[in-house]
T-cell receptor, first 111, second 113 residues
Framework: TQLLEQSPQFLSIQEGENLTVYCNSSSVFSSLQWYRQEPGEGPVLLVTVVTGGEVKKLKRLTFQFGDARKDSSLHITAAQPGDTGLYLCAGASSNDYKLSFGAGTTVTVRA | KAGVTQTPRYLIKTRGQQVTLSCSPISGHRSVSWYQQTPGQGLQFLFEYFSETQRNKGNFPGRFSGRQFSNSRSEMNVSTLELGDSALYLC????????????FGPGTRLLVL
């Protein structure tokens, strides 16, 4: 059982559309990270959120951390084919800082 | 600054054999963590080393072991390989063990036949 539940599992959209990926848990995390992974490569860190209610923007990507620090969302505006990849959320606990990963959301943006 | 490097990138072994994977962290990073990634289970934490000591351990059998050297480079070993050990093994480094951003290497793809 995953500590972090991501939804949806797969997402296929047309270039220019918007998308949102969700990451939910019953546990509280000291911080939450979002990664993007391309086939055959390791995950690349996109953002770290640490404060409940925090919103971070990275160009067309908007990341939100829930008030209770149990959930997060990633919103992509006007998606491009270069946004295609596996998006992973990962939560860090405050005692051992071990990262627990969600199963990931595979995003495909069609040109 | 060079990123995390892992060797080899690809490996094919047969059941019963053992394998050793290597990870060189980013310069100045003293913590190295290892993860196993499979389509069915996703990314799962194996263990973390800091200053040559294992700090955290995931729920994997004793066949999975690791070590860290004084230069922070790390190796992980899997003995008596099983078909289910086929996976992408990722290592990640960070400055310290107590929090901070982890940076991942490209992984070693292990196929057990």
């Amino acid at each position: 059982t995953q500590l972090l539940e991501q939804s949806p599992q797969f997402l296929s959209i047309q270039e220019g559309e918007n998308l949102t990926v969700y990451c939910n848990s019953s546990s509280v995390f000291s911080s939450l990270q979002w990664y993007r992974q391309e086939p055959g490569e390791g995950p690349v860190l996109l953002v770290t959120v640490v404060t409940g209610g925090e919103v971070k923007k990275l160009k067309r990507l908007t990341f939100q951390f829930g008030d209770a620090r149990k959930d997060s969302s990633l919103h992509i505006t006007a998606a491009q084919p270069g946004d295609t990849g596996l998006y992973l959320c990962a939560g860090a606990s405050s005692n051992d800082y071990k990262l627990s990963f969600g199963a990931g959301t595979t995003v495909t943006v069609r040109a | 600054k060079a990123g995390v490097t892992q060797t080899p990138r690809y490996l094919i072994k047969t059941r019963g054999q053992q394998v050793t994977l290597s990870c060189s962290p980013i310069s100045g990073h003293r913590s190295v963590s290892w993860y196993q990634q499979t389509p069915g289970q996703g990314l799962q934490f194996l263990f973390e080393y800091f200053s040559e000591t294992q700090r955290n351990k995931g729920n994997f059998p004793g066949r999975f072991s690791g070590r860290q050297f004084s230069n922070s480079r790390s190796e992980m070993n899997v003995s008596t390989l099983e078909l289910g050990d086929s996976a992408l093994y990722l290592c990640a480094s960070r400055r310290t063990s107590g929090g901070g951003t982890q940076y991942f290497g490209p992984g070693t793809r292990l196929l057990v036949l």
